[in-house]
């Protein structure tokens, strides 16, 4: 996916955000954007998405689904209506049981959903409630999957399964903003984007990123995220 | 069509659920209206009031309901936006009028609640045939739906932070409801009148009740059809610049 000469403004900001800004983001496999707080990471997001408007090109416009930091469900409904509720919308069903879930989702998905499908969200952690909305919005079948902060506020162990869902389709795109390095290690490949005073600062594969030394600039930006 | 329908249908019924989540809000919601009908229409309680008398004196609190319930589900899917939900399940559905129209059946439905027990208040209270208020008051809801989202779509196009959607929606429903009161003083009630049917949401609901009390739709017609499509065309609009992502940046 190329991202070519995308300039943004803020509604009534008098100089543009980012401009003329310029990266690519390989298909097929995970991109992560890293930046401090206040970078532009969640501006630039939705500018891919398709949510704000800009100057520039991105070529090719990829079938997109976006996954939030948080999001609050009614506590009182059960995992099998969250499930009802984003596989109907997306299958077209409009009843699920756990006998049809088996064709419908991917393995580890299965094995996490099925002893808690009756369960209510209030009966959940919050981890497990965020793990519930992002294992099934990740069964939704498109192009470019962008995980806004998909592992805070989760523990590794739920963390692997997500990332394990993640590999279980290796045909998208995806692109996940992150402040934990640890992300980094659960793909073969990636690209890591840093951004930083309103530009792609730098944009480096796993091998570069590895054998970046400490001292760099672009690791020492990382320990500060 | 057929996804986008069942997609309309898992909404309605996840809202349906929110909303029976919280039984005191909508005993709230339900009985307040009827209370505020008791307390102001008492010195009319078991006499027998013509259906012309019931026009005049009941359908000002019916044209409040609906406008303010609408103007309730309105704001709803204004704090939806505000906490990011917006944003992530519209690249779930086909487009994003999936949660106004499951928003606008779950309003149906509940403004249908409404009124069926006023219809029952009011055959206890004002000695009116049940039946005969009550299809004309359900009449009335399906023929103002369309004008009335649109006078309050437009605030969908408007980024408003969480904390002033509420004050918005206040304000907006008390200036409605205060300028269609002006609008009914200074005008008398006649079905022919465009320019009032269009701009006070209190005077074309009098008149749709109106209408089906006496029947002359053919003067009534005209009057509505701009209505409808005029604040039809205003509902559009407004969705075509709809506002999906929060106001502050999640």
Request: charged letters at 15%; proline letters at 4%.
């Given at each position: 996916?190329?991202?070519?000469?995308?300039?943004?403004?803020?509604?009534?900001?008098?100089?543009?955000?980012?401009?003329?800004?310029?990266?690519?983001?390989?298909?097929?496999?995970?991109?992560?954007?890293?930046?401090?707080?206040?970078?532009?990471?969640?501006?630039?997001?939705?500018?891919?998405?398709?949510?704000?408007?800009?100057?520039?090109?991105?070529?090719?416009?990829?079938?997109?689904?976006?996954?939030?930091?948080?999001?609050?469900?009614?506590?009182?409904?059960?995992?099998?209506?969250?499930?009802?509720?984003?596989?109907?919308?997306?299958?077209?069903?409009?009843?699920?049981?756990?006998?049809?879930?088996?064709?419908?989702?991917?393995?580890p998905t299965l094995a996490f959903l099925t002893p808690i499908w009756e369960?209510?969200?209030?009966?959940?952690?919050?981890?497990?409630?965020?793990?519930?909305?992002?294992?099934?919005?990740?069964?939704?079948?498109?192009?470019?999957?962008?995980?806004?902060?998909?592992?805070?506020?989760?523990?590794?162990?739920?963390?692997?399964?997500?990332?394990?869902?993640?590999?279980?389709?290796?045909?998208?795109?995806?692109?996940?903003?992150?402040?934990?390095?640890?992300?980094?290690?659960?793909?073969?490949?990636?690209?890591?984007?840093?951004?930083?005073?309103?530009?792609?600062?730098?944009?480096?594969?796993?091998?570069?990123?590895?054998?970046?030394?400490?001292?760099?600039?672009?690791?020492?930006?990382?320990?500060?995220? | 069509?057929?996804?986008?329908?069942?997609?309309?249908?898992?909404?309605?019924?996840?809202?349906?659920?929110?909303?029976?989540?919280?039984?005191?809000?909508?005993?709230?919601?339900?009985?307040?209206?009827?209370?505020?009908?008791?307390?102001?229409?008492?010195?009319?309680?078991?006499?027998?009031?013509?259906?012309?008398?019931?026009?005049?004196?009941v359908l000002p609190f019916i044209a409040w309901i609906i406008v303010a319930?609408?103007?309730?589900?309105?704001?709803?899917?204004?704090?939806?936006?505000?906490?990011?939900?917006?944003?992530?399940?519209?690249?779930?559905?086909?487009?994003?009028?999936?949660?106004?129209?499951?928003?606008?059946?779950?309003?149906?439905?509940?403004?249908?609640?409404?009124?069926?027990?006023?219809?029952?208040?009011?055959?206890?209270?004002?000695?009116?045939?049940?039946?005969?208020?009550?299809?004309?008051?359900?009449?009335?809801?399906?023929?103002?739906?369309?004008?009335?989202?649109?006078?309050?779509?437009?605030?969908?196009?408007?980024?408003?932070?969480?904390?002033?959607?509420?004050?918005?929606?206040?304000?907006?429903?008390?200036?409605?409801?205060?300028?269609?009161?002006?609008?009914?003083?200074?005008?008398?009630?006649?079905?022919?009148?465009v320019a009032a049917n269009v701009l006070s949401p209190v005077y074309l609901?009098?008149?749709?009740?109106?209408?089906?009390?006496?029947?002359?739709?053919?003067?009534?017609?005209?009057?509505?059809?701009?209505?409808?499509?005029?604040?039809?065309?205003?509902?559009?609009?407004?969705?075509?610049?709809?506002?999906?992502?929060?106001?502050?940046?999640?």
């Amino acid at each position: 996916m190329d991202i070519e000469q995308l300039t943004y403004t803020f509604p009534k900001a008098l100089q543009p955000f980012f401009k003329d800004l310029s990266f690519q983001l390989p298909e097929h496999q995970v991109n992560f954007l890293i930046g401090q707080n206040g970078a532009g990471k969640t501006t630039l997001v939705d500018i891919l998405l398709g949510l704000r408007p800009f100057k520039g090109h991105i070529t090719p416009t990829l079938t997109n689904i976006y996954l939030n930091q948080q999001l609050p469900m009614l506590t009182s409904i059960r995992v099998c209506d969250v499930a009802v509720l984003v596989l109907g919308i997306e299958t077209g069903r409009r009843r699920l049981t756990l006998a049809d879930l088996a064709s419908l989702v991917d393995g580890p998905t299965l094995a996490f959903l099925t002893p808690i499908w009756e369960r209510h969200y209030r009966e959940l952690s919050g981890g497990q409630r965020k793990l519930v909305q992002l294992l099934l919005f990740l069964q939704v079948d498109r192009e470019l999957v962008v995980l806004d902060e998909p592992t805070a506020m989760i523990d590794r162990e739920h963390a692997a399964t997500l990332f394990t869902v993640m590999r279980a389709h290796p045909d998208r795109t995806y692109l996940m903003i992150t402040h934990d390095v640890r992300d980094l290690a659960a793909f073969p490949a990636y690209q890591v984007l840093w951004l930083a005073d309103h530009q792609i600062k730098a944009s480096v594969d796993r091998a570069t990123f590895e054998a970046a030394l400490p001292q760099s600039a672009f690791m020492q930006a990382f320990q500060t995220v | 069509m057929r996804k986008y329908n069942v997609q309309v249908w898992l909404y309605t019924r996840y809202f349906v659920k929110v909303m029976l989540d919280n039984v005191s809000v909508l005993l709230y919601t339900v009985g307040l209206p009827i209370l505020f009908l008791g307390l102001n229409l008492k010195s009319y309680f078991f006499k027998t009031v013509s259906l012309a008398q019931y026009t005049k004196l009941v359908l000002p609190f019916i044209a409040w309901i609906i406008v303010a319930n609408t103007m309730v589900m309105v704001s709803e899917v204004a704090l939806l936006r505000e906490q990011g939900y917006l944003k992530q399940y519209a690249s779930l559905v086909v487009n994003p009028s999936v949660f106004i129209i499951s928003k606008a059946v779950v309003n149906l439905m509940l403004v249908g609640v409404i009124l069926g027990l006023v219809a029952a208040v009011s055959a206890l209270l004002f000695r009116v045939a049940f039946v005969a208020v009550l299809w004309r008051l359900w009449s009335v809801l399906l023929l103002v739906s369309v004008p009335i989202w649109g006078y309050c779509l437009p605030i969908l196009s408007f980024r408003l932070r969480y904390q002033t959607v509420s004050g918005i929606i206040n304000v907006v429903t008390l200036v409605v409801m205060i300028g269609s009161v002006a609008i009914g003083h200074a005008l008398h009630l006649t079905i022919t009148n465009v320019a009032a049917n269009v701009l006070s949401p209190v005077y074309l609901v009098m008149n749709c009740f109106n209408v089906l009390v006496i029947g002359d739709w053919r003067n009534f017609l005209p009057g509505y059809l701009v209505a409808c499509l005029g604040l039809g065309l205003v509902g559009w609009l407004s969705y075509r610049h709809l506002q999906l992502l929060p106001a502050e940046g999640l």
